[in-house]
């Protein structure tokens, strides 16, 4: 580690981010617990009330009497968005400040970090036109198609954007198209909600080479745990599969299932395929983004957690 970090009176947002399966959220509570500080997610799928056993969402018992910020904040028939989440994620961590306590960002969600820490363009109105023609265009060639596009245009968006999320696809092609620009060069330019904060972030990667049987293991107990009841229940009390809730890794697997396009077990194996994918792209958003102090080990290992707090200048805090 570099020179450890001083909590002083300045304002100050300390993150964990980082691929998923690296044990952030353990990490988050340890430092938590010896900062005397309060969690706020930054998970773009966590925020939406019902979609829980996909998400992992961390349970009581894991929170350890961590208060939790921005977990089912929003009906999983309406659609939050990174906007959104950098002004509630910016309100609460004022909160957590002016009670005297640390707030702390927890998750992998690339886009969310950057609104909250670097600012969000808020982009052109909706044109019509244009994404009409880009419906067709994935009509006809598929929405894979499209990311291709942008990933000409636009790398970076890319990286972050899966590569059948049609809606962010075509919002991000759509701003290309109307400006002239891509959404990374417009976001060069915007200023965080959190102006004049100091930001201290941590980065974990993970080195254990069996990643993939972890994420199947984990896959296996969300279906075990009744995932795809958790969709039927949601569909049947009004959310349509078209609901951006539905949009992220395993849900969007989950409705292609009931649609016919494969059955539960290439269903799995595309989940745990997918993961493995955003764990990538994950790894290569975050090292691009700037100041971030890497760990190299799980955040459930007690050793990493010394070493996060070691940073701080926090020996080793309380038992977790």
Same mark, same amino acid.
């Given at each position: 580690?570099?020179?450890?970090?001083?909590?002083?009176?300045?304002?100050?947002?300390?993150?964990?981010?980082?691929?998923?399966?690296?044990?952030?959220?353990?990490?988050?509570?340890?430092?938590?617990?010896?900062?005397?500080?309060?969690?706020?997610?930054?998970?773009?799928?966590?925020?939406?009330?019902?979609?829980?056993?996909?998400?992992?969402?961390?349970?009581?018992?894991?929170?350890?009497?961590?208060?939790?910020?921005?977990?089912?904040?929003?009906?999983?028939?309406?659609?939050?968005?990174?906007?959104?989440?950098?002004?509630?994620?910016?309100?609460?961590?004022?909160?957590?400040?002016?009670?005297?306590?640390?707030?702390?960002?927890?998750?992998?969600?690339?886009?969310?970090?950057?609104?909250?820490?670097?600012?969000?363009?808020?982009?052109?109105?909706?044109?019509?036109?244009?994404?009409?023609?880009?419906?067709?265009?994935?009509?006809?060639?598929?929405?894979?198609?499209?990311?291709?596009?942008?990933?000409?245009?636009?790398?970076?968006?890319?990286?972050?954007?899966?590569?059948?999320?049609?809606?962010?696809?075509?919002?991000?092609?759509?701003?290309?198209?109307?400006?002239?620009?891509?959404?990374?060069?417009?976001?060069?330019?915007?200023?965080?909600?959190?102006?004049?904060? *100091?930001? %201290? !972030?941590?980065?974990?990667? #993970? $080195?254990?080479?069996?990643? =993939?049987?972890?994420? @199947?293991?984990? +896959?296996?107990?969300?279906?075990?745990?009744?995932?795809?009841?958790?969709?039927?229940?949601?569909?049947?009390?009004?959310?349509?599969?078209?609901?951006?809730?539905?949009?992220?890794?395993?849900?969007?697997?989950?409705?292609?299932?009931?649609?016919?396009?494969?059955?539960?077990?290439?269903?799995?194996?595309?989940?745990?395929?997918?993961?493995?994918?955003?764990?990538?792209?994950?790894?290569?958003?975050?090292?691009?983004?700037?100041?971030? *102090?890497? %760990? !190299?080990?799980?955040?459930? #290992? $007690?050793?990493?957690?010394? =070493?996060?707090?070691? @940073?701080?200048? +926090?020996?080793?805090?309380?038992?977790?």
């Amino acid at each position: 580690m570099t020179e450890p970090w001083t909590l002083d009176s300045r304002p100050q947002l300390v993150s964990v981010v980082g691929p998923t399966a690296t044990g952030k959220t353990a990490l988050g509570v340890a430092l938590a617990t010896a900062l005397n500080g309060e969690i706020i997610s930054c998970d773009s799928t966590a925020v939406y009330r019902g979609i829980d056993i996909g998400t992992d969402k961390p349970t009581l018992e894991e929170r350890r009497g961590i208060p939790h910020h921005l977990i089912d904040v929003v009906d999983a028939t309406e659609t939050y968005s990174a906007a959104a989440f950098a002004n509630d994620a910016a309100a609460a961590a004022r909160d957590i400040r002016a009670r005297g306590k640390v707030p702390i960002l927890v998750g992998g969600t690339g886009f969310y970090y950057r609104a909250l820490v670097r600012g969000l363009f808020p982009g052109p109105a909706r044109h019509d036109e244009i994404r009409a023609r880009l419906e067709r265009i994935a009509g006809r060639r598929g929405v894979e198609s499209l990311h291709r596009w942008l990933a000409r245009v636009d790398p970076v968006s890319a990286l972050r954007i899966l590569p059948r999320d049609l809606k962010r696809i075509q919002r991000a092609l759509e701003v290309y198209l109307v400006t002239g620009q891509p959404l990374t060069t417009h976001f060069e330019n915007t200023v965080s909600p959190l102006a004049g904060w *100091r930001f %201290l !972030t941590i980065g974990l990667i #993970d $080195p254990r080479p069996d990643l =993939e049987q972890r994420v @199947a293991r984990r +896959v296996d107990a969300q279906f075990a745990r009744g995932v795809v009841a958790e969709v039927e229940a949601l569909i049947a009390s009004g959310v349509p599969e078209t609901a951006h809730a539905f949009s992220g890794l395993v849900y969007r697997q989950i409705i292609e299932m009931r649609q016919g396009v494969r059955d539960e077990a290439a269903t799995r194996t595309l989940i745990v395929r997918e993961n493995m994918r955003y764990a990538r792209r994950q790894v290569m958003w975050f090292r691009k983004e700037p100041d971030v *102090r890497w %760990l !190299t080990g799980p955040g459930t #290992d $007690p050793a990493i957690q010394h =070493e996060a707090l070691a @940073a701080f200048m +926090v020996p080793h805090g309380p038992s977790w």
